[in-house]
């Protein structure tokens, strides 16, 4: 899978940081002993801290999930009132369904449609209108 | 596969509030029968849910069936005491769902579910100015349930008293700014309250719910009609009138565009852009014949 692959991206990532971050604690005692206390962190030591923070940043991205917009208007654009106006706490039972979904009890059982051509009969339930 | 597509489509539908209830009892059931030790934790809100569209679609051996499973996983749960007791509405037996309520609400004053519950045996038994005076009460005390602020306007306007559905919608507004579907409500509202200074502000509204989402087509044909009730009225300024007949044109062409667009994006429309046209201004007409009260 592909989120396997960032998982290892930033596991690398934090491993390259975290030694960084011990060869660096070491050169400062390594510093301390030898009484050189004016010199700079080596150069590569400060490239593998960036170099590993940013992996370490693009992995997470990538692992964290789609993107929402900015525009906190553009992901209603698509939402209608058909399901606005649904509050599920207060759904009502009182309707024509109760009614119209009955099984029939005593109706002469009335030849079935057949079901459509070439959709299987599972499929159709999932692509109806939504 | 299949499982998966079905347990996302149902999980769709939980979260955006569809009451497809045909649709979510048959793929449901087939989930239920053929899936359920794969579904692990998930299974017991596709219960829930399956067991409410049940109760919608009459279907009270599935609905019996869900609420047992849930009974026996959960045995003192208030949800699924609330479960059963919205079975014993559907039943309509309504004192043994208010017992039941009262029940919950004995060991749990604050527990929303079962008051929102009590308002709506209310309102099932037609007794509308108690279940208002009950939401009332309720939003009194918790004041930032969205969804009893809706269900207030919605009750209010069954009742015709347009000004406390306004009132309710402006809640609603204040704490949802960018919901286009709000504003232009408020805007119908507005306009159906009539009157001059409503008709502008209805216009506005819709307007803003244009701006918010430009593919809100009863905005549009709100702006339309609104604008050209005020451009109508005998007492505006000859500018407001000549601005207000501007919008109206704008919103006519635009309204015009779209149908255009979408005739070209689906080839057996019918409806011609000539005739949509033609429609609008018929319409337009119409309700110069006095239709809304001023």
Partial sequence: MASSFWKGVVGVGLFALAHAAFSAAQHRSYMRLTEKENETLPIDIVLQTLLSFVITCYGIVHISGEFKDMDASSELKNKTFDTLRNHPSFYLFNHRGRVLFRAPEQEPSTPSAQALPSNPLRLRKLENYH | MMKIKMRDKLRKWREENFRNSEQIVDVGEELINEHASKLGDDIWIIYEQVMIAALDCS??????????????QFPDSHRVKRLAGMRLEALERYEDANKLYDS??????????ARKRKISILRAQGKSSE??????EYLEQFVGDQEAWHELSELYINEHDYAKAAFCLEELMMTNPHNHLYCEQYGEVKYTQGGLENLELARK?????LKLNNRNMRALFGLYMSASHVAASPKVSAKVKKDNVKYAAWAASQISRAYQVRRVREENVKCSAHGITKAVYTVAMVHNVNIIHL
């Fill in chain 2, 131 to 136: 279940a208002i005076r009950e939401l009332n």
């Fill in chain 2, 104 to 113: 919950i609400l004995q060991d749990d004053p604050t527990n929303t579910a």
């Fill in chain 2, 59 to 72: 279907r009270d051996d599935l609905a019996w069936s869900c609420l047992q499973e849930l009974k026996r």
């Fill in chain 2, 205 to 209: 509204y819709f307007a803003q719910a």
